[in-house]
């Protein structure tokens, strides 16, 4: 018997965008999720969601490329996982990372869940998918439990280039990409035995160099797009400011069960390093699944939000759902002119009132007697991130572990966590803040067990 309630309540059916799904004992979606798989964010029009999409759209065009905006946010486990090699007790197919309808259907955590469908329809040289996925994840200014993907994937075919010479036909496309000067950190060596191996059997590693070599150009591409159009936007802005930041990006080995070898880009923004986007040399099986074996190619997943921060300065990922007029107005008439892009400019920040939670957890070991109820509750932190945005929505910036320890005689845990509270919209009164500090708190000890201290 599960020590923690349920953190959601069951309903028997669900509708998602027109469809109906039965639920089960399975289903985790908060109602402020199932509510946000309506907007659709990166087709409203104006939105920085949607024009970022757009400019994006315009780096890999027609024909070679085809655009699929509209894939249905349910999708199956096996479309999420299986079909893409997830091994079965991958850690993203656990309850706390994912949102269920019911064990076999869930809300996708990526538009890598539409690959294999597209791959078996083969309509064209490669594709985009730009969609909204749903995790659950961390609060903080760069992480949100909805947010926006664009997949892109670009194939060639064994039995259609001339000669079958996959290296130099990938190379001839490569030489027809433009060149540009940005400053690029990429000191991985192009194979890694454990993590990132060459697919041997399926393609030699000039094959597979050669993509690495066109995907990596592809998106460095798409960055230097981004850049130049929010730097112009910085000078519409502020002329006198002649030269930004100078662009820098940095590609970083990386791990996906569904390409090898798998990189990350990261781009320089704010003082720190940001990765904006995953990607690698799909793995064989796709297309063997696919029925399409002579075909091979690479893929990559991008985070629409964190693009569209770069590009607009926009400082914090909850203002893409703000319906707030001082946020809209600002990206009126871009979609139709990409050209009058202009930087975001904050609306005045309110003040942050941090409160602090501290709690024993649950005793992780029960003593003879068999109460057994205190075990069965695993801490996943993001129970506690999922209650905080369900009570508190928007109006929590972020949410920290500023402390942790062990109880020397009972081996108890106790956890403390800072609750960042901040408007975008307006100043929270104290009065306000205390009240969701409190639900808060009285969740947190009715649905995961926990004792405040
Ligand atoms: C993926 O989702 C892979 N499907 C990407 C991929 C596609 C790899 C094709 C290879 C081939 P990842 O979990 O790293 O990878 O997410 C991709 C991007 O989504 C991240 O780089 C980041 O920009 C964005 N992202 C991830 N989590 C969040 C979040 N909670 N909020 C906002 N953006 C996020
Ligand atoms: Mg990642």
Same mark, same amino acid.
């Given at each position: 018997?599960?020590?923690?309630?349920?953190?959601?309540?069951?309903?028997?059916?669900?509708?998602?965008?027109?469809?109906?799904?039965?639920?089960?004992?399975?289903?985790?979606?908060?109602?402020?999720?199932?509510?946000?798989?309506?907007?659709?964010?990166?087709?409203?029009?104006?939105?920085?969601?949607?024009?970022?999409?757009?400019?994006?759209?315009?780096?890999?065009?027609?024909?070679?490329?085809?655009?699929?905006?509209?894939?249905?946010?349910?999708?199956?486990?096996?479309?999420n996982f299986d079909s893409?090699?997830?091994?079965?007790?991958?850690?993203?197919?656990?309850?706390?990372?994912?949102?269920?309808?019911?064990?076999?259907?869930?809300?996708?955590?990526?538009?890598?869940?539409?690959?294999?469908?597209?791959?078996?329809?083969?309509?064209?040289? *490669?594709?985009? $998918?730009? /969609?909204? %996925? !749903?995790?659950?994840?961390?609060?903080?200014? @760069? &992480?949100?439990?909805?947010?926006?993907?664009?997949?892109?994937?670009?194939?060639?075919?064994?039995?259609?280039?001339? *000669?079958?010479? $996959?290296? /130099?036909? %990938? !190379?001839?496309?490569?030489?027809?990409?433009? @060149? &540009?000067?940005?400053?690029?950190?990429?000191?991985?060596?192009?194979?890694?035995?454990?993590?990132?191996?060459?697919?041997?059997?399926?393609?030699? /590693?000039?094959?597979?160099?050669?993509?690495?070599?066109?995907?990596?150009?592809?998106?460095?591409?798409?960055?230097?797009?981004?850049?130049?159009?929010?730097?112009?936007?910085?000078?519409?802005?502020?002329?006198?400011? /002649?030269?930004?930041?100078?662009?820098?990006?940095?590609?970083?080995?990386?791990?996906?069960?569904?390409?090898?070898?798998?990189?990350?880009?990261?781009?320089?923004?704010?003082?720190?390093?940001?990765?904006?986007?995953?990607?690698?040399?799909?793995?064989?099986?796709?297309?063997?699944?696919?029925?399409?074996?002579?075909?091979?190619?690479?893929?990559?997943?991008?985070?629409?939000?964190?693009i569209a921060m770069l590009?607009?300065?926009?400082?914090?990922?909850?203002?893409?759902?703000?319906?707030?007029?001082?946020?809209?107005?600002?990206?009126?008439?871009?979609?139709?002119?990409?050209?009058?892009?202009?930087?975001?400019?904050?609306?005045?920040?309110?003040?942050?009132?941090?409160?602090?939670?501290?709690?024993?957890?649950?005793?992780?070991?029960?003593?003879?007697?068999?109460?057994?109820?205190?075990?069965?509750?695993?801490?996943?932190?993001?129970?506690?991130?999922?209650?905080?945005?369900?009570?508190?929505?928007?109006?929590?910036?972020?949410?920290?572990?500023?402390?942790?320890?062990?109880?020397?005689?009972?081996?108890?845990?106790?956890?403390?966590?800072?609750?960042?509270?901040?408007?975008?919209?307006?100043?929270?009164?104290?009065?306000?803040?205390?009240?969701?500090?409190?639900?808060?708190?009285?969740?947190?000890?009715?649905?995961?067990?926990?004792?405040?201290?």
């Open positions: 018997m599960p020590i923690a309630k349920e953190l959601t309540s069951t309903p028997p059916t669900v509708s998602v965008r027109g469809k109906t799904f039965t639920t089960d004992p399975w289903y985790n979606v908060p109602s402020n999720v199932l509510a946000s798989t309506a907007r659709q964010l990166h087709l409203e029009k104006d939105h920085p969601v949607s024009i970022t999409r757009q400019i994006i759209e315009s780096v890999f065009p027609r024909p070679t490329f085809k655009s699929h905006n509209t894939f249905h946010p349910v999708v199956s486990t096996y479309e893409l090699g997830f091994p079965a007790d991958h850690p993203g197919r656990a309850r706390s990372d994912t949102y269920y309808i019911n064990a076999s259907t869930l809300l996708r955590t990526h538009t890598s869940a539409h690959e294999a469908q597209l791959f078996r329809a083969s309509e064209s040289d *490669g594709y985009l $998918i730009t /969609a909204d %996925v !749903y995790r659950r994840d961390e609060v903080d200014r @760069t &992480h949100y439990p909805v947010f926006h993907q664009m997949e892109g994937a670009r194939v060639w075919d064994r039995n259609t280039v001339p *000669g079958g010479d $996959i290296a /130099a036909a %990938v !190379y001839a496309d490569l030489a027809k990409l433009p @060149t &540009h000067d940005i400053k690029v950190e990429d000191p991985n060596p192009p194979f890694h035995a454990e993590r990132n191996p060459l697919q041997a059997g399926h393609h030699s /590693a000039a094959e597979a160099e050669a993509i690495g070599a066109h995907l990596k150009r592809s998106l460095e591409l798409m960055v230097v797009e981004i850049f130049t159009r929010a730097r112009a936007a910085a000078a519409k802005a502020d002329p006198e400011r /002649a030269t930004d930041e100078p662009l820098r990006v940095r590609w970083v080995e990386a791990y996906f069960p569904f390409t090898s070898p798998s990189w990350e880009l990261e781009v320089y923004w704010g003082g720190d390093w940001l990765e904006v986007l995953g990607c690698g040399v799909s793995k064989q099986e796709l297309f063997i699944n696919a029925g399409v074996p002579s075909q091979l190619g690479w893929a990559f997943g991008i985070g629409i939000e964190r590009l607009f300065q926009i400082p914090d990922i909850r203002l893409f759902w703000s319906t707030d007029e001082r946020f809209l107005s600002q990206f009126r008439g871009v979609s139709d002119d990409l050209d009058l892009l202009k930087r975001f400019v904050p609306f005045s920040k309110y003040p942050a009132c941090y409160k602090d939670v501290s709690f024993w957890l649950p005793s992780t070991s029960s003593a003879a007697g068999g109460n057994t109820k205190a075990n069965a509750h695993d801490w996943h932190e993001n129970d506690l991130m999922e209650i905080v945005r369900n009570i508190c929505g928007d109006v929590v910036e972020d949410v920290k572990l500023v402390d942790e320890f062990s109880h020397p005689k009972t081996g108890r845990r106790s956890m403390c966590y800072r609750i960042n509270y901040r408007s975008l919209e307006k100043t929270l009164t104290n009065e306000e803040t205390n009240l969701m500090h409190d639900t808060v708190r009285k969740a947190l000890v009715e649905k995961l067990g926990v004792e405040i201290r």
